[in-house]
């Protein structure tokens, strides 16, 4: 059963442009959600995270909006450079008096042409 | 501050034979994590420990797969016997506690051919 799905599989943008990126979840225990970059022959690295008591949070060029209802939530690259391809993981876990067990997407591949 | 640290990067292994992978956290990290990456897929948890303790080994192949933590700190996992369906990348990840941030290792990339 796959928790949480992701799309688009691949995404080709333009630099300067915004990359979108979609996650759906279905367990209503998960209560905080990451987003991971991966870079090839590299492990996932943590690039932004989310509460359901908020509906955006914004780092940089990176904003994260949290639709509770939908129990979707989506991740925005503004401004894309070349460096930001990269394999991009959303996930999902409980988290308050928890373990962390993070159930990931499967992923989306973004390339930035320049 | 070094990173988590595994070994090999690489391995290559028939059928049936076995395989061990080498993990060393972030000092200080209390919790454990090994993960299985198969191409075109996120990490999926194999195991998590706490100090030396399992949390949650639920999704590991018990049949096959087996991992230990001596002395809360390095782990290993084992493969024995290998099938061709373990090819994947295994990534270790570690953090300070039960529910704060994980960071990944660069991972093993196993071929079973």
């Known amino acids: 059963q796959q928790q949480v799905k992701q799309s688009p599989q691949s995404l080709i943008v333009q630099k300067g442009g915004i990359s979108i990126i979609n996650c759906a979840y279905e367990?209503?225990?998960?209560?905080?959600f990451p987003w991971y970059q991966q870079f090839p022959g590299k492990g996932p690295a943590l690039l932004i995270a989310?509460?359901?008591?908020?509906s955006e949070k914004k780092e940089g060029r990176f904003t994260i909006s949290f639709n509770k209802s939908a129990k979707q939530f989506s991740l925005h690259i503004m401004d894309s450079q070349p460096g930001d391809s990269a394999t991009y993981f959303c996930?999902?876990?409980?988290?308050?008096?928890?373990?962390?067990?993070?159930?990931f997407g499967k992923g989306t591949l973004l390339t930035v042409n320049p | 501050e070094a990173g988590v640290a595994q070994s090999p990067r690489y391995k290559i292994i028939e059928k049936r034979q076995s395989v061990a992978f080498w993990c060393n956290p972030i000092?200080?990290?209390?919790?454990l994590y090994w993960y299985q990456q198969i191409l075109g897929q996120g990490p999926k948890l194999l195991i998590q420990?706490?100090?030396?303790?399992?949390?949650?080994d639920s999704q590991l192949p018990k049949d096959r797969f087996s991992a230990e933590r001596l002395k809360g700190v390095d782990s290993t996992l084992k493969i024995q016997p290998a099938k061709l369906e373990d090819s994947a990348v295994y990534l270790c990840?570690?953090?300070?506690?039960?529910?704060?941030?994980?960071?990944f290792g660069q991972g093993t990339r196993l071929t079973v051919v």
């Open positions: 420990f706490q100090n030396n303790g399992v949390v949650d």
């Open positions: 000092s200080g990290h209390a919790t």
């Open positions: 996930a999902a876990t409980p988290s308050r008096g928890s373990n962390y067990k993070l159930t």
């Open positions: 367990n209503t225990a998960f209560d905080y």
């Open positions: 990840a570690s953090s300070l506690a039960r529910n704060t941030e994980a960071f």
């Open positions: 989310i509460r359901p008591d908020v």
